[in-house]
């Protein structure tokens, strides 16, 4: 079984920093408008 990690939504957006971009980056990458990011 995989052990899932709960991760808290400040700590997503450090580690997003920390490799140089943004949830509303990877957003659009992925084909969503940064606005319909789950976190703002």
């Known amino acids: ?3 899932f ?3 808290h939504p ?3 957006i450090a580690g ?3 490799k140089g971009t943004s949830l509303a980056a990877e ?3 992925n084909g ?3 606005s ?3 976190m703002r």
């Open 5 to 7: 990690i709960d991760w």
């Open 1 to 3: 079984m995989d052990k």
């Open 10 to 12: 400040a700590d997503i």
């Open 27 to 29: 957003s659009r990458r």
């Open 32 to 34: 969503l408008s940064s």
């Open 36 to 38: 319909r990011s789950p």
């Open 16 to 18: 997003l920093r920390k």
